[in-house]
């Protein structure tokens, strides 16, 4: 049996955001070929995009779900395996007979952990969380496209909810990148001795602020990549690295 693993939205490739119709054209071609279809919402699950699952984008049908990160909100660690009823039916009737259902995990089930988890998910639903990554990503999208979008050295902006990646190029009409990932990596750690945590991946830079990020966060954020922003375009005139 064979099975194909994705993320709702690609996070360590970039923050990418998949069309409307790839996870049609993927579940159909698993369902043709009777191959299980694995959805990790380890970075997407629990509010993280705007939704509580990064499926509800898509309404695609996994066969397994892998949750961590934001079960929790990392405060204790925590994963889980959602299975399907024919997944759990296949592996249960696999099982020898007087044994338990064996299913386990190095990072689940541990009673202070579950705890914290259920502690922050009536956080996130009893705040709204989720509907505040909804509102304010959508606000940090639109406030990244106002100051950046028209730098010579940025290229596509893209996102949903709080999950958001700017990719630097070395020219944005073709999108070629840097031929080194000197200039994301310089961002980042020019940002943070600023105050601001972004991440580099590849040529991208990515943004995941909190649940409960404000509008007013967001200004500040924006404000201080703003600040840093004339100098990162001075890199990217300078010889290659
Ligand atoms: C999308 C995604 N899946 C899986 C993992 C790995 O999770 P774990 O460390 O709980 O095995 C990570 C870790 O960052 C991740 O970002």
């Known amino acids: 049996m064979a099975a194909l693993i994705v993320e709702p939205v690609m996070g360590t490739g970039g923050i990418l955001v998949p069309p409307p119709d790839y996870f049609d054209a993927i579940t159909d071609i698993c369902k043709r070929h009777d191959v299980l279809l694995i959805l990790d919402e380890v970075i997407t699950g629990f509010g993280r995009t705007g939704r509580w699952f990064g499926m509800e984008h898509w309404s695609i049908r996994p066969d397994l779900v892998s949750l961590a990160k934001g079960l929790s909100s990392g405060y204790l660690p925590l994963s889980a ?32 952990c579950c705890a914290a988890a259920l502690a922050n998910l009536d956080i996130v639903e009893n705040e709204d969380l989720v509907e505040n990554a909804r509102r304010v990503g959508a606000y940090l999208l639109e406030r990244l496209q106002k100051s950046f979008g028209d730098s010579p050295i940025v290229g596509e902006i893209r996102g949903v909810g709080m999950l958001a990646a700017m990719e630097i190029v070395r020219d944005r009409e073709t999108r070629e990148p840097f031929p080194n990932l000197a200039d994301p990596a310089w961002i980042a750690h020019t940002a943070f001795d600023r105050g601001l945590i972004v991440r580099a991946l590849f040529q991208c830079i990515a943004f995941a602020p909190p649940l409960v990020a404000t509008t007013a966060d967001i200004d500040r954020m924006i404000g201080i990549l703003e600040e840093l922003w004339p100098e990162a375009e001075r890199r990217g005139d300078g010889p290659r690295r």
């Open 81 to 112: 395996s959602v299975l399907s009823d024919p997944v759990y039916e296949t592996l249960r009737d696999g099982m020898p007979e007087g044994l338990p259902f064996m299913f386990g995990l190095t990072s689940n089930n541990h009673p202070a």
